[in-house]
């Protein structure tokens, strides 16, 4: 595969990891090799990140049918297992979506999809940082795709567990979080997952940290925080029924037809944290 660019072929990087866990095509050699030694090891993982994907769809149609329009996907990785634009537009005509990633891969081939399906008028692609809250949303008003004085549902899917970086090396995400939650306008949604190894079997929490060593020598790390603590993500936003809980037994009821079944043998085996909260 032709790598745009800019694009680190030393280092695995999350979002193109991820898109091989969930079976995808947009990764090169040292994202593979990352990739099939983790699912050795850790074979929990490919469907932890599906069971995420499948939350990812039924929050969109969940969010749909409250009359939520808009979309702004931060951190949508590559167009993998149905993207955020696809549902939505099963659900209703007129929904808009904005994708932001700062990985030019997935960038790359978002482009390429939104192109392909000719829908580049109601949907866009922004190569841009959530560490910069205020320009990034300048960037979304100029895409002229989303209307900042309406509702948006604002998606951060698996994208906090990953380290973000600021001038001193601290990370800057719940920083980034309170700015995007001031900038929605009223009646908006935020939704977050994020990996956890709180509350889990004792084997997959030993596993989990293992795991997370692993992308410590990686060009992305990632920190798995407790469920407190991403619970602090939403602030005063009121979460929606039934609050912060594991991917699986989030509104199972909105789940496609044709979704792949995925089986835990216990809904903490899906070690990702997940909920939905409401702008006032």
């Known amino acids: 595969m032709f790598a745009p660019e800019g694009v680190d072929l030393e280092h ?38 599906k069971a995420n994907r499948l939350f990812l769809h039924r929050v969109v149609r969940y969010l749909c049918k409250q009359g939520i329009r808009q979309f702004i996907d931060i951190g949508s990785g590559v167009p993998t297992m149905g993207s955020t634009h696809q549902v939505a537009d099963e659900i209703v005509d007129d929904a808009s979506c904005v994708y932001v990633d700062n990985e030019p891969v997935a960038v790359a081939h978002s482009r390429i999809l939104l192109e392909e399906e000719d829908v580049t008028g ?55 979080v309170a700015r995007f939650r001031e900038l929605l306008p009223e009646g908006s949604y935020l939704v977050i997952t994020h990996g956890t190894a709180d509350d889990v079997p004792d084997k997959r ?26 619970e602090e993500f939403f602030g005063d936003y009121e979460l929606v029924e039934p ?38």
């Not at 991820?18 to 990352?34: K, P, Q």
């Open 122 to 176: 109601k949907h866009d692609v922004l190569h841009a940082d959530l560490r910069e809250p205020d320009r990034l949303w300048k960037q979304i008003e100029d895409s002229g795709v989303i209307d900042p004085e309406q509702p948006v549902a604002l998606l951060l899917i698996a994208v906090l567990h990953v380290t973000q970086p600021g001038p001193n090396g601290e990370d800057i995400g719940p920083q980034a």
């Open 243 to 280: 609050g912060c809980t594991w991917t699986p037994l989030w509104h199972p009821e909105e789940t496609g037809e044709n979704a792949p079944v995925i089986e835990f043998d216990s809904p903490n085996d899906s070690v990702v944290w997940a909920g939905v909260g409401r702008k006032p």
């Open 12 to 49: 695995p990087n999350v979002a193109r990891v991820y898109d091989y866990y969930l079976g995808g095509r947009a990764n090169y050699a040292v994202d593979r090799v990352f990739g099939e030694r983790a699912l050795e090891r850790y074979p929990f993982v490919a469907p932890a990140a």
């Open 205 to 230: 929490k030993a596993e989990m940290a293992e795991f997370g060593k692993m992308y410590d020598k990686s060009a992305t790390p990632v920190i798995w925080r407790p469920h407190g603590e991403i």
